[in-house]
């Protein structure tokens, strides 16, 4: 089954909006996006475009806080 999610344009998606966590958690800001991968800043982590939600004015992720580390 294909992950709709995976085909969300990456220019929805901008520098320093804030990224949400499945548990409501901040989980850092957009820096990048690059490979199929939002590269965040404050802290550093990469997230596959696959694991977003949806895109408002944040980009909301399927994973909760503990499980980006």
């Known amino acids: 089954m294909l992950n709709k999610f995976a085909l969300v344009p990456a220019g929805l998606i901008k520098p320093d909006m804030e ?3 499945a548990d409501g958690k901040r989980a ?3 820096a990048d996006v690059a490979s199929g991968e939002i590269i965040s800043h404050t802290p550093t982590r990469r997230i596959p475009l696959s694991w977003i939600r ?3 004015d944040d980009v909301y992720i399927s994973r909760r806080l503990h499980q980006l580390d």
């Open 19 to 21: 990224i949400i966590t």
């Open 28 to 30: 850092g800001y957009v």
């Open 54 to 56: 949806r895109i408002e």
